[in-house]
Nanobody
Framework: QVQLVESGGGLVQAGGSLRLSCAAS????????MGWYRQAPGKQRDLVAK???????NYANSVKGRFTVSGDNAKSTVFLQMNSLKADDTAVYYC??????????????WGRGTQVTVSS
């Protein structure tokens, strides 16, 4: 199977920065898309940013200009640099990946999540 492990969450003051990392391991041929979702208490899980194997990126409007997603497809890793953090960015951040497995079946996998708390 495939495992995604996130790191880099924590507590930061408003205006500060954090960098999230996620590494996928297991029965991987190649990831096609990797990225980040977030879920605040009482809200649905929403896309934050994603990057394709070709390097194309997409961002939620609320984070454009503040967050940057990057990745290393060969290492099955994805990063999220978060700058100018706001209290509204407080959420559990989940790494996700669409991966072609060694069974030659594309599947979506999720990490367990990492808490980001921004104090105002």
């Amino acid at each position: 199977q495939v495992q995604l492990v996130e790191s880099g969450g924590g507590l930061v003051q408003a205006g500060g920065s954090l960098r999230l990392s996620c590494a996928a391991s297991g029965n991987i041929v190649r990831p096609s898309v990797m990225g980040w979702y977030r879920q605040a208490p009482g809200k649905q899980r929403d896309l934050v940013a994603k990057i394709t194997s070709g390097g194309s990126t997409n961002y939620a409007n609320s984070v454009k200009g503040r967050f940057t997603v990057s990745g290393d497809n060969a290492k099955s890793t994805v990063f999220l640099q978060m700058n100018s953090l706001k209290a509204d960015d407080t959420a559990v951040y989940y790494c996700y990946a669409q991966i072609l497995t060694t069974e030659l079946i594309p599947r979506t996998f999720w990490g367990r999540g990492t808490q980001v708390t921004v104090s105002s």
